[in-house]
């Protein structure tokens, strides 16, 4: 007997839940039952997508966790620092969660939501989408094959592009570590996590330099205005918000990503409006921003073998690049193509794995979103949860590795992790 489709309940119905929603619509593996979102416009946009109805809308998640367990997973898509008591009250109802990362800024609150998914038996599944996309399972085979031998360095480049991190770290969510986390735990926790899969370990020491060293008043060209729109310089800025915003009108996947964050109103006008008078049509060296926008995280693992992260802003909005140093070959991967050296007979195979070019979250990453989201619903049809890639102690394991290189970033110091 075909066990029956999962029923979700979401919090937050903001970019993150649309998505994963929108996977469980298209499929038809999961049906979105309830939902908690304050933005009255957002919840009702997202019932009408999902036929959710309104008795099963609430405005803030605690009537929605207040309710008797309304379904059998929820999807927790709140900012940064709202994660841990919809999560911990949503353990204690019986859900299995799906949670978006971070777990939570520190370290005592992410135990605390590993612990109360643990006490309560349910499933717990950080949002480390990057896992789940076939590009990352197929270096995963090759490593594990032993195509390349003992897995001796891995070089790693997370490119956020320039325009993505002035719309989310410098203007946007993410710009503030008071507001929301530090730069390589909102960003990088994937890329920490990824190495850490790869490697098949945490590793022993780390170490990490970076800084805020673009992005500020000091750096701001002579003759900038604080906002842009009316800006002399934005014709040749190249963070120039009036170019990149208007320049999404049109676009249905730039429309939702990055201009939905932005404004509602999809027009050149509302496009105006909201530069003229909001945050993202603020000057990005005019803005109060504090987070890094460039850091190197170092890590030594217990075998010797060491693994570098580079994070920057000043790039290509392109997908990861990698390269994989083993003793009996290597691998080059840019997150959709794989050239394998193999020592032995000095020939290179090319591998090309399903997904897309495309690295942006308007893209679903790669492919990556979409995965994660059928595993987990996968995973909670079948009660089984082997479909997940990682657990509540693997993030909370990998985040430990994040908090260490930040540590030691700031006290300029190598970290040993326990
Ligand atoms: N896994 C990834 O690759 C990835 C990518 C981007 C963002 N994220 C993470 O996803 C999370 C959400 O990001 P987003 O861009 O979707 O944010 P968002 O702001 O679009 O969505 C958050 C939603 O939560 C709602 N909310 C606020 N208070 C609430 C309450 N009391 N009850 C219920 N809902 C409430 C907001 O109104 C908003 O609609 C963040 O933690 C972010 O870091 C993950």
New binding site residues.
């Given amino acids: 007997m075909p066990r029956p489709i999962p029923a979700i309940a979401v919090?937050?119905?903001?970019?993150?839940?649309s998505v994963y929603a929108a996977e469980a619509a298209r499929t038809g593996a999961a049906r979105i039952v309830a939902v908690?979102?304050?933005?009255e416009e957002?919840r009702l946009r997202f019932c009408e997508a999902h036929g959710i109805p309104a008795g099963a809308a609430f405005s803030?998640?605690r009537d929605l966790l207040d309710q008797p367990r309304l379904a059998d997973a929820i999807i927790i898509?709140?900012?940064?620092r709202?994660?841990v008591e919809p999560a911990v009250a949503a353990a204690a109802k019986g859900y299995h969660i799906l949670l978006?990362?971070p777990i939570a800024p520190s370290a005592a609150e992410a135990a605390e939501v590993v612990h109360a998914a643990e006490r309560n038996g349910v499933m717990l599944a950080v949002?480390h989408?990057m896992r789940y996309s076939s590009y990352t399972q197929a270096v995963i085979r090759l490593i594990r094959d032993g195509a390349i031998g003992r897995v001796v360095d891995i070089q790693h480049l997370e490119q956020i592009g320039w325009w993505h991190f002035a719309h989310s770290f410098v203007r946007g969510?993410w710009s503030q570590e008071e507001s929301s986390t530090s730069m390589l735990l909102?960003k990088a926790c994937?890329d920490v996590d990824w190495v850490s899969y790869v490697m098949g370990a945490i590793p022993r020491r780390v170490s990490s330099f970076g800084s805020l060293t673009h992005f500020r008043e000091s750096e701001k060209p002579k003759d900038a205005s604080d906002r842009c729109w009316d800006c002399p310089i934005s014709p040749t800025c190249p963070y120039s918000a009036k170019r990149l915003y208007l320049g999404c009108l049109g676009d249905p996947d730039k429309e939702f990503w990055p201009l939905s964050?932005v404004t509602t109103d999809a027009t050149p006008a509302g496009v105006e409006r909201a530069l003229r008078n909001g945050p993202y049509g603020r000057c990005v060296y005019s803005a109060d921003n504090d987070v890094v926008d460039n850091q190197i995280v170092s890590m030594e693992f217990a075998d010797g073998a060491t693994a570098s992260i580079t994070v920057t802003a000043f790039a290509a909005l392109e997908h990861r690049k990698t390269r994989i140093f083993g003793t009996r070959g290597s691998i080059e991967g840019d997150g959709v193509r794989l050239r394998v050296h193999d020592f032995a007979s000095d020939t290179m195979t090319e591998i090309t794995v399903t997904g897309n070019d495309d690295a942006s979250?308007a893209g679903g990453?790669g492919g990556a979103d979409a995965a994660l989201a059928q595993a987990f619903f996968e995973a909670v049809r079948e009660n089984d949860p082997s479909r997940l890639l990682t657990d509540g102690q693997g993030s909370l394991a990998t985040h430990g590795v994040v908090w260490a290189a930040e540590h030691a970033r700031r006290t300029g110091t190598v970290v040993t992790i326990d």
């Avoid at 908690?36 to 933005?39: C, F, L, Y």
């Avoid at 898509?77 to 940064?80: A, H």
């Fill in positions: 919090v937050g119905a903001g970019l993150r839940s908690a979102e304050p933005d957002r803030d998640w898509g709140t900012q940064d709202m994660h978006e990362k949002c989408v969510n909102a994937h964050a979250m990453h």
